[in-house]
């Protein structure tokens, strides 16, 4: 079955870019979105179709997909940014999540 | 604007059978070309895909369940449905019912429910 792989935790002084990885076999011929997940929520779609960000997401979040390795930045990151990200991907007709990573700001 | 709210019934014993109902609002199942999945979480843990219902009521799920699971819809109530049988402590998660958008093989979820939490044990 296919796998997504992300680190586990990434740290980021305020006002830095933020980048988190997710890698799979060939990833860059399938298309990724990445979601946010605030302590108590549900997660909520920040990119999609790789690169595409949903009207009510800042600009500061951007996607990309090439090789092995999807790529979520952040940049001018603030502490409202601190929350778990997931990627995912469909492998056929079923649904593959990465691990998630927890992204700290301080 | 297109709302999800998961219920269920918070705790069930080992062995028996987890049903949950996805309520819809904003949208009228099986008419307007929506596909629905179920996600679900467990404490401290990642998400991990359940399964996906489309409007014409084509099923897909994911094979880890190993046959375990059902997914319908329900259009007079609005309703989308999950049912996991042959519970395990490992069963235990907050539930998410998600709507599906975009094409085939590069889809996204987007709105998420609020979620439901289920707790296995005896």
């Known amino acids: 079955s296919y796998e997504l792989a992300q680190p586990p935790s990434v740290t980021v002084s305020p006002g830095q870019t933020a980048t988190i990885t997710c890698s799979g076999h060939n990833l860059g011929d399938r298309s990724v979105s990445w979601y946010r997940q605030k302590p108590g929520q549900s997660p909520v779609l920040v990119i999609y179709?790789?690169?595409n960000r949903p009207s009510e997401i800042p600009e500061r979040l951007s996607g990309s997909n090439s090789g092995n390795t999807a790529t979520l930045t952040i940049s001018a990151t603030q502490s409202m940014d601190e929350a778990d990200y997931y990627c995912?991907?469909?492998?056929?007709?079923?649904?593959?999540f990465g691990g998630g990573t927890k992204l700290t700001v301080l | 604007q297109l709302q999800l709210q998961e219920s269920g019934p918070g705790l069930v014993k080992p062995s028996q059978s987890l049903s949950l109902t996805c309520a819809v609002s904003?949208?009228?199942?099986?008419?307007?070309?929506?596909?629905w999945s179920w996600i679900r979480q467990p404490p401290g843990g990642g998400l991990e895909w359940i399964g996906h219902?489309?409007?014409?009521?084509?099923?897909y799920y994911n094979p880890s369940l190993k046959g375990r699971v059902a997914m319908s819809i329900d259009g007079s109530k609005n309703q989308v449905s999950l049912k996991l049988t042959s519970v395990t402590a490992a069963d235990t998660a907050v539930y998410y019912c998600a709507v599906c958008s975009g094409p085939g093989g590069s889809a996204w979820f987007d709105p998420w429910g609020q979620g439901t939490l289920v707790a296995v044990a005896s």
């Open positions: 904003g949208a009228s199942l099986g008419n307007d070309g929506y596909s």
């Open positions: 219902i489309y409007d014409f009521g084509n099923t």
């Open positions: 995912q991907a469909w492998d056929s007709t079923t649904v593959v």
């Open positions: 179709q790789d690169s």
